[in-house]
C-alpha cells in the first residue's frame, strides 16, 4: 500500500510542475489542459484503487496473490 501512496504524492507532484511549466510560458494552455485532464482521471483511478484495497484489507477479503494453486 505504501508505494500507492508514494505514487499518489508523485502524482501531485507532477501536477505542480505542469503548473508551473504553464505559468513560465514554456507549455501552451492547450497542451497543459490536455496533461491537467490526463492527470485528473490518473489521480482519480489511483484514489479509487487505494480506496478499494483499504476496504479489502479492512474486510480481509484482500487476495495478494494471482496464483491460488
Given at each position: 500500500m505504501q508505494f500507492l501512496n508514494i505514487a499518489l504524492g508523485s502524482s501531485g507532484?507532477?501536477?505542480?510542475c505542469i503548473y508551473s511549466f504553464f505559468k513560465a510560458?514554456?507549455?501552451s494552455q492547450e497542451?497543459?489542459?490536455k496533461l491537467d485532464e490526463l492527470h485528473y482521471k490518473v489521480e482519480n483511478a489511483?484514489?479509487?484503487l487505494i480506496k478499494s484495497l483499504?476496504?479489502?484489507?479492512?474486510?480481509?477479503?484482500?487476495e495478494?496473490?494471482?496464483?491460488k494453486g
Open positions: 507532484e507532477f501536477h505542480s510560458d514554456q507549455l497542451d497543459y489542459e489511483l484514489i479509487q483499504e476496504k479489502k484489507m479492512k474486510e480481509g477479503t484482500w495478494d496473490n494471482f496464483y
